[in-house]
Each structure stands twice: as C-alpha cells, then as structure tokens.
C-alpha cells in the first residue's frame, strides 16, 4: 500500500518535471508558478522514496555478499554495514510516512497573533506583554518580520489586547499550536506579602487569507473614524486615522489605529476580519472531526488551558502534551522550539495513528 503511494507520487514527480520545462507552461506564469510549488513539495517525498530504495537494494547485495563470504573479517564488517542499513530503513520509512501525513493547506501562511488579558487585571495585561515579546523574539530568531495591527495598552507596560502579523515561510506551520489559554503563576511586582498570583491570558492564532478564499461584501460592515489614541506621534493623535469596522452578521468589531493613514488602517482592518471569518468557518467545518479527535494538540480551542508558566519554579507545562522544562527565562526570551518541535511530533504521531486506523 505505501510503496503503491510512494511510486504514484514519483510518477507524478516526473510529469510535472516535464510539465514545468514546457515553453508552453511556462508562458503562463500563474499556472507554472502553480506547477512549480506542488513540483517542489513532491520533490522531497520523491528524495526520501529514492534513498529509500537505494538503501534496499545495498541490504539485499550486502546480505546476498554475506552468504557468499568466507571471511571472518570480512563477514564482521559485513555484518556492521547490515545493520547501519536497516537502521536507515527505519529512519527513512518514519520519515515518509510524516512526509505523506495530509498536508495543513495553511502550514506555508503568515499568521495573525491576537493576545488578550484575560483574569486577573493588570498581572494578566503584564504577562500579555511578555507573550508579545516572546513571540515577537521567536519570529526575530527565524527570520520572519513582524507588523504590528492594533494595541490597547494599559498604562503601565501592559497590554488589554494586542493584534500582530508574522510574516515568514511556515509561520502558521509553527505557531498555530500557540492558541489556547496561557496560565502565569507569579509574585506581581505590587504584591507585598510575596503571595503567588494566577492570571491568564487567551492566545489566537489565525492563518492570512487571501480575497479569494473569504468574500466579504461592503454593505455588511460599518465603518467608524475616530482619533487615535496613545504612542504614535503627533500626527496620528490630531487625525481622524483610527479605523473601527464593524462586520454587521457576525457582531465582529475589529480596531486599527497603528498607521498614520485612514486608509492603511482600514486594509490591515480588513485582513484581520478577512482572518477572523475564515477561522471561524474552519471551526465549523472541523467540528465533527474535533469531536471524533482525543488528542488536543493543534485544535487551536481558545477556552483550553495550555500552558502553564510558573515563575517561582521557572517552569514552563505544556498541559497537551504533559512536558515540563525548567528554562522559563530562554523561553521568554523566544526560544520556544523545544516545546514546538515536541507539539508537532506529537501531532505526527497522532494523525499516523488515526491514519493507520482508516486503513485497517
């Protein structure tokens, strides 16, 4: 069954290599551009069948040669090469199966990151401010760029909600396991008897959407003006800049007032709706499979409890998965892989699973 899949795939490998050297193709761009994007995805699928391959055939001559081979030096050698192979054979055929898992059409997307205080006052709009930072020095340590959309800061270094775009190769790939409530337990810096507070701040985490993807019609939505307010300079506190729409079906209210320009903070308002309404009919698409699905990685549910940081231990638990790691001062500070990296194995393994159930 796989090695069927496997050849198909590699089948369909070489047509589109022909398809992509074709003039006539590539006089349309848009379609060879297409091509060329599912040409590059089949490629590695392609590259690991062909060591796989490769490394069956050099297991069958090398045990073919150790039957034949008197040799005592000889056959131990032989021998080591044996088993050097058939570890490679494993490696490979994990690897292929995590590389045919059903690809998230919305992996290779740049992200929209919502953040909001949720209880406990002032301490949770804090800890939204160090998760802003977190993520913001997590997009630094990849490359990827980060523009901020709209913030209601509190005053005192806090965030009420804070809105930000990630834009980079497998952004939503990445942070999409990010959505969820986030738990802190810490001393305030106001608290003078040094008892432990608990607050909690809600993560979301919505792929961009193209126009093409989510139509919205104009009529449905009311836009308000209004002076912005806080850092930006003069001239965006003495204009009419801040943008306020309101998406009449759905009750969604979206504000931008991060551009001096009436206009660019309608369009960045218009994207995070645009990201908000998609989210919101994938919800609806993946109920039932939510439903069928004990595993809670990646659902993305903002009303679960992810993740704890508790300050006092310098801990860091991840509650989908149940790992803890004491480095809480470099996850903070963006270096989050360790935690991510073990979200999208457990993820992998989970979707195998269910995979391997649908075929038996």
């Known amino acids: 069954m796989l090695l069927d899949k496997l050849a198909f795939t590699e089948n369909k490998y070489e047509e589109l290599s022909v398809k992509i050297s074709d003039p006539s193709i590539m006089a349309n ?14 490629e590695i699928i392609v590259t690991a069948y062909r060591n796989y391959k490769q490394t069956i055939e050099d297991l069958e001559a090398n045990k073919e040669m150790l039957s034949e081979e008197s040799d005592p030096e000889m056959k131990e050698m032989l021998h080591e090469e044996i088993n050097e192979l058939k570890a490679r054979e494993e490696e490979l055929e994990k690897e292929i199966q995590i590389l045919l898992l059903p ?19 002032d301490e949770a709009a ?22 901020l959309m709209s913030a209601n800061e509190t005053g005192i270094g806090g965030f009420k909600e804070v809105v930000f775009m990630i834009k980079g190769q497998g952004a939503y ?20 008897s040094g008892r432990i507070h608990t607050s909690t701040t809600t993560v979301a985490v919505l792929p961009e959407v193209d126009d093409v993807e989510i139509e919205i019609n104009e009529k449905d939505i009311k836009f308000d003006v209004f002076r912005a307010s806080g850092n930006g300079g003069q001239c965006v506190n003495t204009t009419d800049s801040a943008v ?3 998406h009449m079906p759905t009750g969604i209210v979206i504000s931008c007032q991060d551009e001096k320009s009436q206009l660019k903070n309608k369009e960045k308002a218009m994207k995070v709706l645009r990201a908000r309404l998609f989210e919101q009919a994938e919800a609806e698409r993946n109920a039932g499979i939510a439903e069928d699905r004990k595993s809670q990685v990646g659902t993305g549910d903002r009303s679960e409890r992810i993740r704890t940081y508790n300050y006092p231990q310098g801990r860091i638990t991840d509650h989908r998965i ?19 990296n073990a979200l999208i194995a457990a993820d992998q393994a ?3 699973k269910a995979m391997g159930n649908t075929e038996n």
Not at 103 to 121: H, L, S, T, W, Y
Not at 126 to 147: G, K, P, S
Not at 177 to 188: A, D, L, T, W
């Open 173 to 192: 790939s990445k942070l999409k396991y990010e959505s969820g409530v986030h738990r802190v337990q810490r001393v305030p810096d106001t608290e003078s």
């Open 103 to 121: 690809k998230d059409p919305n992996d290779d997307k740049n992200v929209f990151v919502e953040i909001r205080g949720g209880a406990g006052g």
């Open 350 to 352: 989970e979707k195998m």
């Open 244 to 246: 306020r729409l309101t």
């Open 322 to 340: 149940g790992l803890t790691l004491y480095k809480l001062e470099q996850f903070l500070n963006g270096d989050i892989d360790e935690v991510i």
């Open 126 to 147: 804090l800890f939204a401010a160090n998760l802003f930072r977190m993520y913001t020095r997590y997009a630094e340590n990849n490359r990827w760029t980060v523009e």
């Open 29 to 42: 761009q848009a379609e060879w551009r297409k091509l060329c994007k599912e040409h590059a995805e089949l």
